[in-house]
Structure formats: C-alpha cells, structure tokens
C-alpha cells in the first residue's frame, strides 16, 4: 500500500505574520484548509473571518477554488518544494453587506421635489 503525500503549508496574513507551517494530506481539500485556517487564526488580529468563506487562499498569483485539492494547488516547480506559503486574504461575504447598505439607501429616501399643476 502505497504511502500517503504529505504537504507543508504556511499561511501569510494581511499583516505580515504567519499561520504555520502545517502539514496536511495532499487528497485534503482547500475548504478543509480553510476551515483549520479559521481555528488557528490569532485572536489578537484587528480583522478576524467569521466563517471559512470569507477567507481566500492564493497560491501563485491564483486564488484557490475550495473544491480543489492541495496537490492540484501545487506549483509545478518540480521536485519537493519544502514549506509552500499561500497568503490569506479576509473579504467579509457580500451579502450581509448589501443588506446593510440597502437599508441605509430606504432611510434616506426623501421626496425632493414634487410638482403642482394648475
């Protein structure tokens, strides 16, 4: 039985610090990644992910699809890369986000002018 791949990743954060190095399984997805991403992330940071989503991994200039695994997420550089870093960008979800400012938009909504015919 043939021995499963390991891989080292190390997380950069926004403020130059890191999260890591961690090892985890090549067949692990990046949403598994994500989601032990949020449970090590330092409390002591200014912005902190609610949920796993609002996390983004890029790895080579790309951002990482959650339904990928780490070993497609690989640079193809050859040979074994040592520690792989991904930089870990926070973008809160939209949604919550455009509820807040619709409600915003509704309470501002006053009639300017109106018009009077004779």
């Given amino acids: 039985m043939a021995e499963e791949e390991f891989v080292e990743l190390k997380f950069r954060l926004y403020d130059g610090s890191d999260i890591g190095p961690i090892r985890y399984a090549a067949s692990s997805t990046v949403a598994m990644v994500k ?3 949020l449970s090590e992330w330092p409390k002591d940071k200014k912005i902190i992910p609610r949920v796993a989503n609002d996390v983004k991994l890029i ?3 790309k951002i990482l ?4 695994t780490v070993a497609q997420c690989r640079p193809a550089f050859g040979g074994d890369p040592g ?3 991904m930089h870990v960008v926070v973008q809160p979800s939209l949604t919550k986000s455009k509820t ?3 409600k915003v938009d509704d309470s501002q909504k006053t009639p300017v002018c109106s018009c009077t015919i004779l």
């Fill in 65 to 68: 699809e959650n339904n990928k």
């Fill in 59 to 61: 790895s080579a200039g």
């Fill in 100 to 102: 807040e400012k619709k």
């Fill in 35 to 37: 989601e032990r991403i």
């Fill in 83 to 85: 520690v792989l870093t």
